[in-house]
């Protein structure tokens, strides 16, 4: 037991086959998927210093690798800093998860899921990782697609874009074995890079690839979706990293940047050209995520201005985020008590169900990110850092966050103006809404409004958590 | 001689695949699947031991069963008719398979010289061949079964051709369990298809 | 410290007010706390006269990052003026709603007034862009909950979608010349802006004040005729006139052809509005040209490199304003004293709007002289016009109210008075000799006219027999079809529709059932890109 592998990722995966078969008792798989990456994140706070624990005069040691099948998997103490992000994310997701109806597997998979990430940034040689994300990518179908409906395509198109991925990025790892010695290596350099490039492009959904993220985010529950969504794009940033913390060649290839701006644009434009014309409160959840990797690639892409800085300031926001917009649409969903919230079943809903609503708008408004909001102060830096940077990029950025803009006025208009139906019977009298939402949501809106005017109280957590990448801090 | 009967594997797994990619009949898909990886096994020895070579075939056979099993399960194997005409779709399809194959055996040796050179030309051609046939079954279908047939296909391809570049034991293990959770998803898919339709 | 009395006094009444009425519900009382706090929050803003400039530090985000950004609060001869108005318009609109008992002024509109007051200063005293767009998100929001409470709200669902939507995009723009600024001068602190990205700051302000284009929603609503609803109409126009106020002299050096296009605009709007102005029926409809047509003094003096001179005109658009929108009921006796409100923006010499004409009349003479006296003169004869229609009588008004009534006019008079005589160094001047008179010839003259009239507009048949009556009526008609923007609007919603079209089609390919293979075709573009950019 007394080793990082096994607690953070060894011991979850059992525990999670453990809750799988528990599952009977949804209370009791609940109740212990929140305690357990509660506790596995607070441990991995507790030991992120020095992997030697003392409680009363006695010290535990912990290990930090393991050799599995003649390869090492290593967790050191500086690491499990984003182990606990990672796991927080689950606990996050898991302690609401009762509220809404979701998978019966949500808990124990999501457990498992978690650990699987947690294991993609520590397997070495790290290339292999990528089958993990195919596995993670598996693992994932039951929770997108209950039982009782047909699979659908968004399901269909994520696997395949998963699977096209996976060769890519292991044939990288192959072809550019020591390119940093080899004479000619221009070429295996950029033929390497667009391996990497194309692999992450198509699991991140990039536009144009990106037609499984809306399609997806439609078919499943928000709350599944958007956990999924959220690891994958922790996980995936921290695993693009250790990319450029390991490769020399990647990280000083000066296309690379040039690539990542443009990448960034091109996200944050097309998500917010595309959700601006969209009447599917769901499929926008896809285009949410969309925007955000644009602005992860921006970060990426100023590494040497400080961007990585921002890339840990917006970690716990950006997360916060997406659990609060989970949150609303999920509610959403269940006050209306329909399978995707079009704006047909949104018309003048804000009559009827105030908080809720606000607590939808005022989510998007931070995801879009308005000022008073939590991802602003973050998203200013980068809308900073693009402004010195060049002109069309910074135009491309604006444009797509009109577009965003656009859409949540729409929304809003959706929402204030009854349905003529809706008018004539005079049902614009406000539903009981039970306590606890009203509750829910006044907090859940300060805990999205507090960062936004003090940023300092979810960055500061973070701040040595990339201190692993040697190369790149 | 023998250079034909070593060519022989070869041309049967791509011919299998692109009898699954043509055809849409459950029970000749699973033997088509069946054949190819049992003709997988040769190719692979050619680059591996035996005792890892065994491994992607008896991988494989185990994943037609799961979805053999599954099919059954839901009374989907039905007769063979091989008397069937051929449609419109099973003929582009065809046809857009063996243009594929084409198109790759005159771009491999620019291919193998560029890019793979130390990987035999008759296993890259085989193993790009898994590929691009998996490929174009993606892009021309939706149905959840053919899908998992045409990433099985595609994968397989792709382990041929790694094992030729590289190999490593928990690689190994962890392809064999994507192909094994891949057969189960194709499973669930094809269970929750049958379940949809009859409520 | 002070600030934070001021602040601390607000919010403290606002609580007080709340914690009161939840445990035994009295209107009399939560009036009593609300009139102290405002009253006492005016006072304290006086003596903050004694101690400018000054800074406030609030937050400092990102320590320790080579982001630091810090929130604050300034305090100084451009915004003090501007405190002191919007507290004396909140003491004001408090003593109107003892002259109204109706079900819209209750405890949680005194609640409202306060909270609101309270987030508009801190937008006027935002030491930089950033803290500015921070107040005027939390304002936006506290407006559009408020606006969505009217009786009325749901039939003016689209107005209300308008409107926020100006004010979202006005943030926008403000964010944008924030992160502008910062690009050019990353050491400055403070309020002042990089000159490149001022033209942002302008155009965000002009949009808030309803000038570009004119924007103004005409949201009729009972309860907007009263005292809360002027406020909230008038208030938030205060923090984008102190944008404007705070913008570098030099900036239009930078922006010539935006600045020029800006700069017509502006004439247009503000003519236009005080066309509208004088011809209005009453002053319910005419508030919102009132705002757009001083805003558009406001934003000229900005252009015309006198962003300072924007004070005044912005400080006539909220005194002035309210004193003439809050002299309701409109009782003839005492009309002398809304009359009072002409000295906030007549121009003449040694009146607070004298030191304006500079920023309103270019250094050389041109055609802007001329519009821009010209809408002046309009403007004056509008206000006088209104306050002459008066014609309600004492008798209607409760004892108290009969000395609350006037006592509210006479607040925002003494705050303008006050103004004049120590609002800033050098408030008390001649100014442009040229303008003040040129203007109040003019005025003579409409006002001659109006009186012939008996201040209303002359009758159909009389207005016919005028020279070129049916070309006049056809451009007058022409101009309030170009100046309501319905076309704009028609047009842009067009063009969504039609890119919309075009989203779909791509849809239908990315998601259809090729879309794997389109997929693949856009990897082999990224690729060839990449090889393109890649390549010596």
């Known amino acids: 037991m007394s080793n990082t592998v096994v607690i953070w990722i060894g011991l979850p995966i059992a525990l999670s086959f453990l809750l799988v078969s528990l599952q009977k008792y949804q209370k009791i798989t609940a109740v212990l998927a929140t305690i357990i990456p509660l506790i596995l994140a607070g441990l991995a706070v507790l030991f992120s210093n020095d992997l030697v624990l003392s409680i009363a005069g006695r010290q535990f040691f912990l290990e930090d690798s393991l050799v599995l099948f003649g390869r090492t998997i290593q967790i050191t103490a500086g690491q499990l800093g984003m182990v606990s992000v990672l796991y927080l994310v689950c606990f996050a997701w898991n302690a609401f998860s009762r509220l809404f109806i979701v998978s019966q597997w949500f808990n124990s998979l999501s457990l498992l899921i978690t650990a699987l990430w947690v294991s993609v940034q520590f397997i070495n040689p790290f290339i292999y990782s990528a089958v993990v994300i195919e596995l993670i990518a598996l693992t994932s179908v039951p929770l997108l697609s209950p039982r009782g409906t047909p699979a659908k395509n968004g399901i269909i198109r994520f696997l395949s874009m998963q699977t096209l991925a996976l060769p890519l990025i292991l044939v990288s790892g192959w072809m550019v074995t020591g390119i940093e010695t080899s004479p000619s290596a221009q070429a295996l350099v950029l033929r390497g890079a667009i391996l990497v490039l194309i692999g992450f492009i198509l699991w991140v ?200 803009l656009t859409m949540f006025l729409r929304l809003f208009s959706t929402m204030i103006n009854p349905g003529n139906q809706n008018h004539q019977t005079g049902s614009e009298e406000s539903n009981v809404e039970e306590i606890g939402l009203i509750i829910m949501v006044v907090v859940i809106l300060m805990v999205i409004i507090l960062p936004g005017l003090f940023p300092n109280v979810l960055s500061r957590p973070v701040q040595e958590l990339l201190i692993s990448f040697e190369n790149l801090t | 001689m023998s250079e034909i009967l070593t060519q022989i594997p070869i041309y049967l797994v ?24 049992l003709f997988l096994f040769p190719l692979v020895r050619s680059v591996l031991p035996m005792e890892l070579a065994l491994i992607q075939p008896f991988t494989g056979l185990m994943v037609t069963l799961i979805l053999y099993l599954t099919l059954v399960s839901v009374g989907g194997i039905e007769k063979v008719k091989l008397n069937i005409k051929p449609t419109s779709g099973e003929i582009f399809r065809a046809l857009a398979g063996l243009l594929l194959l084409v198109m790759l055996q005159s771009f491999l040796p620019g291919l193998q010289r560029e890019v793979f050179p130390l990987v035999p030309s008759d296993h890259l051609f085989a193993s790009m061949g898994l590929i691009l046939i998996g490929l174009l079954q993606l892009g021309t279908i939706s149905e959840p079964f053919y899908i998992a047939i045409g990433i099985l296909t595609f994968l397989s391809g792709f382990q041929l051709l790694y094992y030729a570049l590289d190999y490593s034991y928990l690689l190994e293990a962890l392809l064999v369990t994507v192909n094994l959770l891949l057969a189960i998803v194709g499973a669930f898919f094809i269970v929750k298809n049958a379940e949809s339709e009859t409520t | 410290m002070l600030i934070f009395a001021i602040f601390g006094v607000l919010l403290l009444g606002t609580l007080l007010i709340l914690v009161t009425h939840s445990r035994k519900p009295s209107s009399a009382r939560s009036w009593v706390i609300a009139i102290t706090a405002a009253s006492l929050a005016l006072v304290a803003s006086f003596v903050l006269r004694l101690y400018l400039p000054s800074e406030i530090n609030l937050t400092t985000w990102h320590i320790g990052s080579s982001f630091e950004v810090t929130l604050g609060l300034s305090i100084g001869y451009r915004n003090w003026p501007y405190i002191v108005a919007v507290l004396s318009m909140s003491v004001a609109v408090l003593l109107t709603d003892t002259t109204q008992a109706d079900e819209t002024t209750s405890h949680s509109s005194w609640m409202r007034v306060l909270s609101v007051t309270a987030l508009n200063m801190v937008a006027i005293l935002a030491s930089n862009p950033i803290t500015m767009a921070i107040s005027w998100m939390a304002i936006d929001l506290v407006e559009v909950a408020s606006l969505l409470r009217l009786s009325r709200a749901s039939k003016l669902g689209s107005k209300i979608t308008s409107a926020f939507g100006i004010r979202i995009l006005s943030t926008f723009l403000l964010i944008i010349a924030a992160s502008n600024s910062w690009a050019s001068d990353a050491g400055q602190v403070g309020y002042i802006q990089a000159t490149n990205s001022s033209i942002y700051s302008l155009i965000a302000a002009g949009l808030r004040l309803g000038v570009f284009p004119i924007n103004l929603p005409f949201l009729d609503s009972p309860e907007l005729k009263r005292g809360a609803g002027i406020l909230f109409r008038l208030m938030p126009a205060a923090s984008a006139l102190v944008l404007i106020a705070n913008l570098p002299e030099e900036f239009i050096l930078f922006n010539t052809n935006l600045a020029g296009a800006v700069q017509v605009l502006t004439l247009v709007a503000a003519l236009y509005s005080a066309v509208m102005w004088v011809t209005r029926p009453d002053t319910y409809e005419a508030q919102p040209y009132w705002v757009v047509a001083l805003s558009s003094f406001a934003i000229q003096s900005a252009l015309n490199g006198y962003p300072e001179a924007s004070r005044v005109w912005g400080l006539a658009l909220l005194l002035s304003g309210s004193l003439l929108f809050l002299f309701n009921p409109p009782i003839r006796r005492i009309r002398f004293l809304p009359m009072l409100g002409l000295l906030g923006f007549i121009g003449l010499p040694y009146t607070l709007a004298a030191s304006g004409w500079e920023g309103l009349l270019p250094d050389q003479f041109n055609f802007t002289w001329l519009v821009m006296i010209l809408t002046h003169a309009l403007l004056v004869t509008g206000y006088v016009r209104f306050i002459m229609k008066s014609d309600s009588s004492v008798t209607g008004l409760e004892k108290f109210a009969r000395i609350t009534f006037p006592l509210r006019l006479v607040v925002l008079i003494q705050t303008l008075l006050l103004l004049n005589w120590v609002g800033w160094p050098g408030v008390i001047t001649v100014g442009n000799l040229w303008g003040s008179l040129g203007s109040l010839a003019i005025v003579v003259a409409e006002v001659l006219i109006s009186w012939r009239l008996n201040w209303q507009m002359p009758e159909a048949s009389l207005i016919e027999k005028l020279p070129f009556y049916r070309l006049v009526i056809l451009l007058i008609n022409f101009l309030r079809k170009i100046m309501s923007f319905a076309w704009l609007w028609a047009l842009l919603e067009r063009f969504f529709r039609w890119l919309g079209n075009i989203g779909d089609f791509i849809h239908q390919i990315l998601e259809g059932d090729g879309g794997v293979l389109w997929s693949l075709v856009f990897m082999v573009i990224v690729a060839i890109i990449f090889l393109s950019v890649g390549s010596p």
């Open chain 1, 205 to 404: 959904g990039i536009f144009p690839l990106h037609s499984w993220l809306p399609m997806l985010a439609e078919e499943s529950h928000p709350w599944t979706i958007s956990f999924l969504l959220v690891l994958m794009q922790v996980g995936l940033a921290l695993f693009f990293l250790k990319f450029l913390n390991q490769y020399g060649w990647l990280r000083n290839l000066p296309e690379l940047d040039t690539f990542l701006k443009w990448i960034g644009a091109l996200c944050i434009l097309s998500a917010g050209v595309i959700a601006a014309f969209q009447s599917n409160l769901n499929r926008m959840l896809g285009y949410f995520f969309l925007a955000e990797t644009g602005y992860l690639a921006f970060s990426m892409a100023f590494r040497g201005s400080g961007g990585l800085e921002v890339l840990t300031m917006t970690l716990f926001p950006r997360i916060l985020a997406h659990w609060a917009l989970a949150v609303s649409l999920a509610s959403m969903q269940r006050i209306t008590r329909s399978e995707t919230l079009t704006f047909e079943v949104l018309k003048g809903i804000i009559r009827r169900y105030p908080f809720a609503s606000v607590l939808l708008l005022a989510s998007i408004l931070n995801l879009i990110g308005m000022p008073l909001f939590s991802l602003y102060p973050t998203k200013h830096i980068v809308w900073k850092l693009i402004s010195t940077d060049n002109l069309p990029l910074s135009l491309l950025s604006a444009v797509g966050v009109l577009g965003m």
């Open chain 2, 14 to 37: 791509l011919l299998a695949a692109l009898v699954n990619l043509t055809r849409r009949q459950w029970t000749i898909n699973l033997v088509a699947l069946t054949v190819q990886y």
